[in-house]
């Protein structure tokens, strides 16, 4: 429903009434006939001279004469010239009258070309009379022609028409040397521009495609959509005969590695169909119109393999190289620069590690150079960042048209005969035949496809193939670790696909490849679940650098590391730790990854703040533990943690105020609580402090926020720090049970709660924080944690001897019992 602005009237006066473009009046309704343009009055009397000049010249070569004898001659032998050239200036001025006099163009058109022409009409249909007037065209040239001849050969124009071929042979051997030396300049050119069109595209038949929708893991509801489209590629009448059509264009589009490139095989061979497959890179040439002669040579073949087999398949992968025209050509921004770096990339904390993936991808959109523009939500469609390629399009100038042109375009007649001979016979060519081409594009990037090539009619199904679910991932694994000798139980492969959230096919495979290499190179030929976690951490964290810390940057970099670690879990409950370490990688000194325990696809205010909670964590443990002193490893958190918060102030509505930021900067309504002014720049600057005054409010609460929770959990800090100091890496497991205090696959927790260990540990920190801030080295060594006694068994008097559980209970106020007291071992 639309609102009607105040003040406008819904009847507007006549004046302001839309003007109809209704067509325009037919030629014979005029008042007076259009003007011609100048080229148009004396185009045939240029033709006339020219002939005349022709003819002067063949009289000047046969009789050596000069020209002006000549020209005399051959006006007097040649009365015919006069005559249409008079014929032409009587037209002309006919046509300069009608210009100026209405009467006198009314008479003519109405009454004596308008009758004939209307007599014409009721004889002859439209294509008669299209055929006669183009035999009367062609007769009357061949009659100029002879005329022509006959002035030049000085004989009766019929008998020069005849001669004309005789002539023609005479100079043959000089004509096919010509015609020699222009085609052999002409196929150079087309030769090469054939080697060049061709490569980049295989053709695979069906007897050479294995691969089946079995074959397809993880991904069984995009299968079961696609399936639908083989019913129809298979038995198009079954739609046809309905007024249907065959959808003919499948885009799929998600993440590398989801399986989108397998599932086009899978479709080809299921369908029995060949399979072409289209090389990303193909339509990337050194030479303009290259990219236009592969799309034509390409589909030519698809409408021979479709005639052929009854269909075929056609698969283009990564298509935005070929599929879009460039940001400038969408109202993009071109290739986007980077106006400040990545969060992963600074030299510090891996401050984007403990985020979640969408948070991730969201700040990475946003470090990509992106103005402060509302992220658009995912539509499973298209996406509003618009990322474009090169500005003429990846595949070069002119070879998306002709993409687009060939996947609907005019249906054309195929065949020289049909178009042509039986054309020039009077008879209309057939109707090109129905191919049954389907046509599958891949890409990952599908904001920088041309809206062009998306419309129905091109690709008809767009279907996301994403992460995988759990459920997916538990059955990747199943089939890759079916292939290779394990010894994985299924409660642990479960754990696998939870602590792998975003996982796809590819890394699957190849982090099942990986394990198996790990145990070969431990001389084993099982896999084991040790195996599968080394494997998991190289893939994710790459490789560590043989890097060893001095002891105060070690200890620094552990407390940083432990601060995140023990927000995160005593605050966040939609992520859990899944791995912690202050092994130096490419791009960071320490991190603490998270993944979510379960599949959510939205995410509140809640969650947020406990992300920019776990982010600050390090800036408020540093100042905390360092005398107020903080290192530049923060940078990266607080940018996360900026970029977050300003998300939630500015388009969320999960901060102080309710407008979005972007609503008021287009509409350009000024800040809330902001005075209206005629200043446009005053307003647009009054609303970014607004806005900057907000974030910094809620960073500097959340930033207090996480001291507070750093003070009271100073032990487990503390703690888990010695452990990172310890053993360097620590699983997510072993993460949580320092913090309860309690054993853990790897690492036993138990002693780290310990009251005389956390009194060592505060004067091992007191040594360190002095040699921080000294520049000195650190003297003290860092202390072990006590070995928990192992749990005490009742001894077996028989039954009536038991004595009382009671008994074999820790005392109230003994030494153990306070070290497991709750509040001790970093129960939450």
């Not at 006669?132 to 061949?142: D, H, M, Q, S, T």
């Not at 390629?389 to 065949?415: F, I, V, Y």
């Not at 809206?451 to 997916?472: C, H, M, N, Q, T």
Request: aromatic residues 10%; contains cysteine; hydrophobic residues 40%.
């Amino acid at each position: 429903m639309s609102v009607q602005p105040a003040g406008t009237d819904l009847n507007p006066p006549p004046e302001h009434q839309p003007v109809t473009n209704w067509p325009a009046p037919a030629a014979e309704d005029r008042a007076l006939r259009r003007r011609l343009p100048l080229f148009d009055r004396i185009k045939y009397l240029l033709l006339l001279g020219l002939i005349y000049l022709v003819l002067a010249w063949s009289f000047m070569a046969q009789f050596q004469v000069g020209f002006p004898e000549a020209a005399n001659q051959v006006a007097f032998a040649n009365p015919w010239l006069w005559v249409l050239a008079g014929l032409e200036v009587v037209r002309q001025v006919h046509f300069l009258i009608s210009e100026h006099w209405a009467g006198y163009h009314r008479f003519w058109t109405k009454f004596v070309f308008g009758a004939t022409d209307r007599w014409y009409r009721r004889r002859f249909n439209d294509w008669t009379r299209f055929r006669i007037a183009r035999i009367g065209k062609v007769l009357l040239w061949l009659v100029v022609l002879a005329l022509v001849l006959g002035a030049i050969y000085q004989e009766s124009p019929l008998t020069a028409l005849f001669r004309a071929p005789v002539a023609f042979l005479t100079a043959l051997p000089l004509v096919l040397q010509l015609a020699f030396g222009f085609f052999f300049v002409m196929i150079q050119f087309i030769g090469l521009f054939w080697f060049l069109s061709r490569g980049g595209i295989d053709t695979y038949f069906p007897e050479d495609i294995k691969t089946r929708f079995t074959d397809v893991w993880g991904q069984d509801h995009v299968v079961a959509r696609v399936k639908e489209n083989i019913v129809y590629l298979e038995n198009p009448e079954a739609i046809e005969e309905k007024g249907g059509y065959v959808p003919g264009g499948i885009l799929l589009w998600g993440p590398p590695g989801t399986g989108k490139t397998l599932m086009a095989e899978a479709v080809a061979g299921e369908t029995g169909k060949p399979y072409v497959f289209v090389d990303p890179g193909a339509f990337i040439n050194m030479f303009m119109g290259v990219g236009v002669l592969k799309v034509k040579s390409l589909f030519r073949k698809l409408r021979k393999l479709a005639l052929r087999y009854g269909g075929v398949i056609v698969f283009f992968d990564e298509a935005d190289s070929l599929g879009n025209r460039g940001a400038s050509a969408q109202g993009g921004n071109g290739v986007p620069g980077r106006s400040t770096p990545a969060p992963w990339a600074h030299t510090g904390c891996n401050g984007f590690a403990h985020l979640s993936e969408p948070t991730r991808e969201l700040l990475a959109r946003e470090a990509l150079g992106h103005d402060l523009a509302e992220p658009a939500p995912d539509t499973g469609r298209r996406s509003q960042v618009m990322m474009g390629g090169m500005g003429m399009g990846g595949g070069g100038a002119g070879t998306l048209q002709a993409l687009l042109t060939e996947l609907s375009g005019l249906k054309k007649p195929r065949g020289l005969i049909n178009r042509y001979v039986r054309r020039a016979l009077g008879m209309r060519p057939k109707p090109p035949p129905k191919y049954r081409i389907m046509v599958m594009m891949a890409t990952n990037m599908p904001e920088a496809l041309d809206e062009a090539l998306l419309r129905p009619g091109r690709i008809d199904r767009i279907y996301k193939v994403g992460y995988p679910s759990k459920a997916g991932r538990i059955r990747t694994y199943d089939g890759y670790l079916a292939k290779v000798p394990h010894a994985l139980t299924p409660e642990q492969v479960d754990k696998l696909a939870t602590i792998t959230p975003y996982a796809t096919g590819a890394t699957i495979k190849d982090t099942v490849n990986e394990a198996l290499i790990t145990a070969f190179r431990d001389g084993r030929e099982v896999i084991t679940w040790s195996d599968m976690m080394r494997a998991k951490q190289a893939k994710e964290l790459g490789p560590s650098e043989d890097v060893e810390y001095i002891e105060r940057e070690r200890h620094a970099v552990a407390v940083h590391e432990a601060c995140h670690a023990v927000i995160a879990y005593q605050t966040r409950k939609h992520l859990e730790i899944d791995i912690a370490t202050i092994e130096k990688g490419s791009t960071y000194l320490g991190m603490v990854a998270s993944i979510p325990p379960e599949d959510q696809f939205t995410r509140w205010r809640t969650e947020y703040e406990s992300d920019i909670l776990v982010s600050v964590a390090s800036l408020a443990g540093e100042r905390l533990f360092f005398g107020g002193d903080n290192s530049s490893g923060v940078s990266g958190d607080l940018e996360s943690a900026t970029s977050i918060a300003t998300y939630m102030e500015a388009h969320w509505g999960m901060g102080s105020t309710v407008s979005s930021f972007a609503a008021s900067r287009r509409l350009e309504v000024g800040a809330p609580s902001g005075k209206a002014g005629k200043d446009d720049e005053a307003d647009r600057l009054e609303l970014r402090h607004a806005l900057a005054d907000r974030i910094e409010e809620k960073l500097v609460g959340l930033l207090e926020e996480a001291d507070r929770l750093l003070t009271h959990h100073r032990g487990q800090v503390l703690g888990l720090a010695a452990a990172l100091e310890r053993h360097k890496t620590l699983a997510g497991e072993d993460v949580v049970a320092v913090l309860e205090g309690r054993q853990g696959p790897i690492i036993d927790g138990r002693g780290y709660g310990d009251p005389g260990f956390l009194h060592a540990l505060e004067r091992y920190h007191e040594a360190a924080a002095a040699a921080h801030h000294a520049h000195a080295p650190l003297r003290a060594e860092l202390p072990k944690p006590p070995t928990p006694l192992p749990p005490l068994e009742p001894p077996d008097f028989g039954e009536q001897f038991a004595p009382s559980e009671s008994i074999w209970a820790h005392p109230a106020g003994s030494p153990d019992a306070v070290a497991m007291a709750p509040e001790e071992r970093g129960g939450p």
